[in-house]
C-alpha cells in the first residue's frame, strides 16, 4: 500500500507545485508594478541574465570551457536586432525574423571564438575569450568611420519593440481590466522563452551531446580515444552557448529602445560567469539561484542602503555602490570557503572540487 | 595466422634525442590474441599511442582491413575499429560506471542536437537502447552491482574492467589493453584471464602488452618483443622465451 501511495503522491505534489510556482509567476509582474513598473524592468533584466547565464553554462557548467568574454555574444545579438529594426539604416524587419538571424550570426562568432581556441584549457583559454570580448566592444566603439555602422559610442537609439500585427510589446494596454503596461508584456515573452530555454538545456545535459560533453570536462584523451570527436563538441558547446546569447541581446535592444558599447563591457562578463560559478556550475537550478540573486540583491541594496542609513543616521555616510562591492568580496570569500561547488552544485561538478581539495 | 586484421608497417618516432619507435612491423591476425612486451621504455605504449591515433608517427604506415588509419584523428580510428584502455586508467572519474560506459556509446550512436532538444521518439529509443547496452556491458564484465557507483569509487580491478567495458561499448574490431593486469592479485589476474578469453571467443581481436609473464605465456598466440624501440622477437611464447636476444633484453648480456 505504501508503495502504491507513494507513487501517486510523488507526481501529484508535483504537479501542485509546478501550478502554484506558475500562478505566483503570472500574478507577479502585477503585484511588482503596484510597489512601482521599475520593479517590473528590474525583474526583466533579471531574466535576462538568467538566459545569459544558462547560455554560459552549457560552455562552462558542461563542457568546461571557461569564457570570459561571454557578453560579445549578447552584444552581437543585440546589434543584429538594433541594426535590423531601428532608424539607423531606416530597416524595420519583424522580430521573429531577426531574433533567429540574430542568434544565427552569435552562433557563427562562437565557432569564430572556437575555433582557434580548440587547443586551449583553463587559464589560456579564460584569457583568449576575454580578449575576444573586448575585440567586439572595441569594434563595435569603432565601427562609425569611414562607414557608419554601429554609430560608435553614442549606440542606436529608437530600436523598434516587438510587434506582431498591432500588438506592440512597447505600448500598454488595458485587457480584462488589468493594465498590461509594456515591461509586463515583455516579462511574460521573457517568461516564455526562459522555459524554452530550461527545457533546451535540461534535454541538452541528459542526451548523447551532454554527456560527450561531459566526458570532454571529465578527460579529453579518454574522450577522444571512445571516439568522440571533440573538436566538433567543444564548437557546439560554443555555437550553443552564442545562440543563447544572440537571443538574450536581440530582446535586450528591443526592451531598452537603445544600446551603446557600454552595455557589454568585460564587467558584464565577469557577472555572468559569477552568476553561474554561484548558483553551481553544470546544475541548470542552481545557475538560476546564481542569476536571480545577483540580480535582485544589488537592486535591493540600492534601495534599502541609503534610506537605512538617514534613518539611523540621518544621512547617508557610506554609497549604496560601495556597499554592494563590500558585499560582493564578503560573498566571493564565504563562498570560497564554505560552498565552492556553488549554492546548489551539479552533483558531478561538487565531486570533482571536493577531488581536487583533496589534494595535499 | 587468420586473415590479417591490423597491419603496422615501418612505424618510426623520435621524441628529441630518443628514438622511441624504430622501423617497428607486425601484423595481428583476426581473432588473435596478440602480445606485444619489452622491459621499460621498449616503446610499447609510444606504439599504442600511435595505433590509436594519439601520437602522430615520424614514419610508416597502419592500416584495419586494409583500410589507412595513418593520420586519422583518434576519435576516428575509434570508429574504425580500434578501442584501446590505458597504463594508468583514465575513465571518466566522476561519473557513474554506467555513465561511463554509455560514453563508449558515442562513437555508434547518432542522436544530434535538434533530436534531443526536440526529445524525438527516435532518440529516446536510442537513449533507452544506449542505456541498456552498457548495462548489459556491464553485467559481461562483472561489475552490474556497481552501475550506479562512482568509477573514482570502484576497487582497482573493478576500475580496470570498467574501462574495458568501455572500451567494448565502442563495438571494436580489434581491443588494445595497455597492461590490464597491472597491480592486480593473482586471483584478479586470472579472473582477467577469462574475461579476455571470452571477449576473444565473442569475435574481437586482442592486442596486449602486459609485464605479467605468465598471463602472457598462457594467453598470447603470438608475442612481439620490443626493445630500445625495436623489434628483437616475434613468435609463439614457447620460443620468444627461449630467445637468446630477449633473453639478454629482460636479462642483460653476461659479462665479458
Known sequence: MMSVRKAWSVPYCACIGMALIALALAVLPFALASVGTTWVRITNLAILFILLSLGLNIVVGFAGLLDLGYIAFYAVGAYVYALLASPQFDIHLPFWAIIPLGALVACLFGVLLGAPTLKLRGDYLAIVTLGFGEIIRIFLNNLSAPVNITNGPQGISRIDPFRIGGFDFGRGETFFGLNFSGPIKYYYLLLLVLVAVIIVNIRLQHSRIGRAWEALREDEVAARAVGIDTTRMKLLAFAMGASFGGIAGGIFSAMQGFISPESFVLVESIMVLAMVVLGGMGNVWGVIVGALLLSFVPELLRHTVEPFQRWLFGRAIVEPEVVRMLLFGLALVLMMLLRPAGLLPSAVRRRELARRSNLP | ?256
Do not use: W
Not at chain 2, 80 to 106: D, K, P, Y
Not at chain 2, 177 to 200: C, F, K, S, Y
Not at chain 2, 204 to 230: A, N, P, Q, S
Open chain 2, 1 to 256: 595466422m587468420s586473415a590479417p586484421l591490423l597491419e603496422v608497417h615501418a612505424i618510426a618516432k623520435r621524441f628529441g634525442g630518443v628514438q622511441a619507435l624504430a622501423d617497428v612491423s607486425f601484423v595481428v591476425g583476426t581473432g588473435e590474441i596478440y602480445g606485444l612486451i619489452g622491459p621499460n621504455g621498449a616503446g610499447k605504449t609510444t606504439l599504442f599511442n600511435v595505433i590509436s591515433g594519439l601520437t602522430a608517427p615520424d614514419a610508416g604506415s597502419i592500416t584495419l582491413e586494409d583500410q589507412p588509419l595513418t593520420g586519422l584523428k583518434p576519435h576516428r580510428i575509434a570508429q574504425a575499429g580500434i578501442a584501446r584502455t590505458f597504463q594508468n586508467i583514465r575513465l571518466f572519474a566522476n561519473l557513474s560506471a554506467l555513465e561511463n560506459v554509455m560514453i563508449g556509446r558515442h562513437a555508434r550512436t547518432s542522436a544530434g542536437l535538434v533530436n534531443a532538444i526536440l526529445r524525438t521518439n527516435a532518440q529516446r529509443t536510442e537513449e533507452a537502447a544506449i542505456e541498456a547496452r552498457a548495462f548489459a556491458l556491464l553485467e559481461y564484465v562483472g561489475i552490474a552491482a556497481h552501475a550506479d557507483a562512482l568509477a573514482r569509487n570502484l576497487a582497482y580491478g573493478d576500475q580496470r574492467r570498467l574501462e574495458i567495458a568501455r572500451a567494448l561499448a565502442t563495438e571494436p574490431k580489434l581491443l588494445a589493453l595497455d597492461e590490464p593486469a597491472a597491480g592486480m592479485n593473482p586471483t584478479e589476474t586470472q579472473a582477467l584471464r577469462v574475461l579476455l578469453e571470452r571477449i576473444r571467443a565473442g569475435g574481437i581481436t586482442l592486442l596486449l602488452i602486459e609485464h605479467d609473464m605468465r598471463l602472457v605465456m598462457g594467453l598470447c598466440d603470438r608475442v612481439l618483443v620490443l626493445d630500445f624501440g625495436r623489434r628483437i622477437a616475434e613468435g609463439a611464447p614457447r620460443e620468444i622465451q627461449l630467445d637468446a636476444a630477449v633473453i639478454a633484453a629482460y636479462l642483460g648480456t653476461p659479462a665479458a
